[in-house]
């Protein structure tokens, strides 16, 4: 269903769903207009009306969405009900953040344990999670029945990490080493440089 | 400059340079055609050309670009070596990460110090650099000549302390506290939401 959907309006959606989350459940919302929802968010009305008919759920004229069905719809769309285990390799600074890191259970995704080359962290535990050794990902990723991953190594071990990943039957890799990952098309690869993004901020002022 | 270039296009100028920075300078990559690039990146070859037209730097047919011109091009239309200064603010798990991260540096984006609510953080230091309290945020700002900031705070502090940077002379923002922070015109801001883009990527499975 989300392949039909261009990625830009795909990004807002989880912005949506957690604005629309943090709303009160005293009967001031039972009802939200896109208008309102578009100030809050700093969207344009349009842009959010064309966004949300690809959830199914109707807005009424002047009345708004019902706000506890557009974000079923929203949950429903994203597939957030169908629960989801990821993993993480490379427990340092950043992995270990990650690992402590509660906002993942938000849209059903649970990180079960991370993988790290330090023999000193295997055995260990980050946010409660287990760290298991490198030459155990295959068959953790499949105890597990774990189909995404976050790779927080360094640069030059991210292309082979991503390779053993896919070779574990990962599909789906958020990738935070600051190079870009390449992968087949049947695997879905999202890179996040943080000190990209600071440059393309920077190069805006 | 950049205002006028696509915010897709300027979104894969730090990898373009990334890519460019890792070959080896033995001689085999004094030209680098649009075509190699756009192989090793998983881009289309117009898509690498229009993008690389922006920087000025011109190819030449069935040569490539020079290399070390182009790299030169990309850093002079990223500002680069417009050395910036970035403050961030909540040294928590995620922001302590970002404190011991060496990557701004390959941006010219020096992370001067952090602030932090927590009196037993306060006078610490993190990755070498100190964490202030959150009193001394318009200070630290004007001192350090800060124009960037990180927010890394908890979710429901992210907007207030989008403004207390504001009202510092801040003017970008790299918000990666899960939820959306608004701002006037003047002032860039780009929201990482780390568990958003995870779930991104589940729907698409």
Chains 1, 2 share one sequence.
Do not use: H, W
């Not at 459940?25 to 959010?48: H, K, M």
């Not at 402590?100 to 849209?107: A, D, E, L, M, S």
């Not at 991210?158 to 890799?173: D, N, R, S, Y």
């Amino acid at each position: 269903m989300s392949k039909d959907i261009p990625e830009f309006s795909l990004q807002r959606m989880p912005v949506y769903l957690n604005y629309l989350r943090t709303l009160p459940d005293d009967g001031t919302y039972n009802y939200i207009s896109s208008g309102a929802i578009a100030q809050a968010l700093g969207l344009g009305e349009v842009l959010v009306r064309k966004d949300l008919a690809y959830t199914g759920c109707a807005g009424r004229p002047k009345v708004g969405y019902p706000r506890v069905e557009l974000i079923a719809a929203i949950e429903k769309f994203l597939r957030i009900n169908d629960n989801k285990c990821a993993v993480l390799v490379g427990a340092g600074g950043l992995g270990s953040a990650l690992m402590c890191y509660g906002g993942f259970k938000n849209y059903g995704i649970e990180l079960a344990c991370a993988f790290d080359n330090d023999p000193k962290k295997a055995g260990t535990q980050i946010g409660g999670k287990p760290v298991l050794p490198m030459d155990e990902l295959r068959e953790g990723c499949k105890e597990y029945g774990a189909v995404m991953a976050i790779i927080a190594v360094p640069a030059p071990a991210a292309q082979q990490t991503a390779e053993l990943l896919i070779g574990a039957g990962i599909k789906a890799i958020l990738n935070f080493a600051p190079v870009q990952i390449t992968a087949s098309d049947d695997v879905k690869v999202i890179n996040i440089d943080v000190a990209a993004n600071l440059a393309i901020l920077a190069s805006m002022l």
